[in-house]
């Protein structure tokens, strides 16, 4: 594994399966009454939070004391960043109360890769989604989800055809998904307005589609994108109403899917726009499980990031000399 996770490009077929399996395994942890390990003890984890977020920032937290980091959880809102901090100054003041490791959400691409390489920070860091470009940690649970429904758990996802609906073109999660399910192996169809798919979608290593009902008779799984209205300042589309008779997954579509096909969303749903409220708690849906195995994802990120495996602390006998 490479020190950072900026992108699911910097996995490989090995590094996001061991991901996986050691997730699998951690997953145990949380079937226990005391869910909590000491390997992390004495590491200190930062999730740097530029922008909204309801589960990841929550799953990460979960996730890094589970493994008995200490955790400092930073809003931009209400800290010195509203009176106009630069991302510079707060990763000094980060290195300086001793980081191991900084998890960053910004609304700028490109932020996370900034704070990993100009030599501010010496931890590692971990993008927990990048403007209009990158959420690689939600591509892992979202590879894991997947695995466990239709692959018994383990290995990769060769062969499996994974269709991803909608607003692509502001969409960090079809993104970092597309990149991570080739390298699994599986067949990835974009299915999107024309409007909502992003400048050089023909070198993602994936299919176009502006027909979903074709799409989703030969489909193992569907993701659903959040039309990301807040992020939108045109319209891309005529009417929410048409956008949902075109692109939205109802109940008489989700019917016309295989009897085993899963239907995924990473949340937060506009219900009754990209899904129907039937679907969304339906049988088929794995939107709740897909939370519940982020916190198991993210923490084997950290685990294998921060080097689990070796002492956190010194041994009693390599103590502090006096
Ligand atoms: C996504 C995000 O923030 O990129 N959500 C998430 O992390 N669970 C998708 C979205 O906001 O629609």
Redesign the pocket.
């Known amino acids: 594994m490479k020190k950072h996770l900026l992108s699911s490009a910097d996995l490989s077929r090995e590094d996001a399966i061991l991901v996986l399996d050691t997730a699998a395994q951690l997953a145990q942890v949380a079937d226990r009454p005391v869910k909590k390990l000491p390997t992390l003890r004495g590491r200190t984890v930062v999730n740097l939070f530029f922008?909204d977020?309801?589960?990841?920032r929550i799953s990460f937290e979960a996730a890094a004391k589970r493994l008995s980091a200490d955790v400092i959880t930073f809003s931009a809102k209400g800290s010195s960043v509203s009176k106009g901090e630069s991302l510079k100054d707060t990763a000094l003041t980060l290195e300086a109360m001793g980081a191991d490791a900084v998890i960053i959400?910004h609304g700028s691409s490109g932020a996370p890769h900034r704070l990993a390489n100009a030599g501010w920070i010496n931890g590692s860091v971990i993008n927990?989604?990048d403007g209009l470009h990158e959420?690689p940690t939600?591509a892992l649970l979202d590879a894991y989800t997947l695995r466990e429904n239709l692959c018994g758990g383990v290995g990769d996802l060769a062969g499996k055809r994974v269709t991803i609906v909608g607003?692509v073109l502001?969409?960090?999660?079809a993104r970092s998904n597309t990149l991570l399910l080739a390298t699994l192996g599986a067949h990835v169809t974009l299915v999107a307005p024309p409007t909502l798919l992003p400048v050089g979608v023909e070198n993602w290593p994936c299919e176009v589609s502006y027909d979903l009902d074709a799409s989703l008779a030969q489909a193992d799984a569907v993701m659903m994108?959040?039309v990301?209205l807040e992020r939108m300042n045109d319209s891309y589309f005529p009417t929410a109403r048409e956008y949902s008779r075109r692109y939205g997954l109802d109940h008489r579509r989700m019917e016309s899917m295989s009897e085993h096909a899963i239907v995924m969303h990473?949340?937060?749903m506009n219900r009754g726009m990209e899904i129907s409220a039937d679907v969304a708690d339906s049988k088929r849906s794995v939107i709740v499980s897909q939370v519940t195995n982020?916190v198991s994802v993210r923490m084997a990120v950290l685990y294998l990031l921060l080097g689990g495996n070796s002492p956190a602390q010194p041994a009693p006998h390599e103590g502090i000399e006096e």
């Open positions: 922008e977020s309801t589960r990841t959400r927990a989604g959420h939600q607003d502001h969409s960090r999660v994108l959040r990301q990473p949340g937060p982020g």
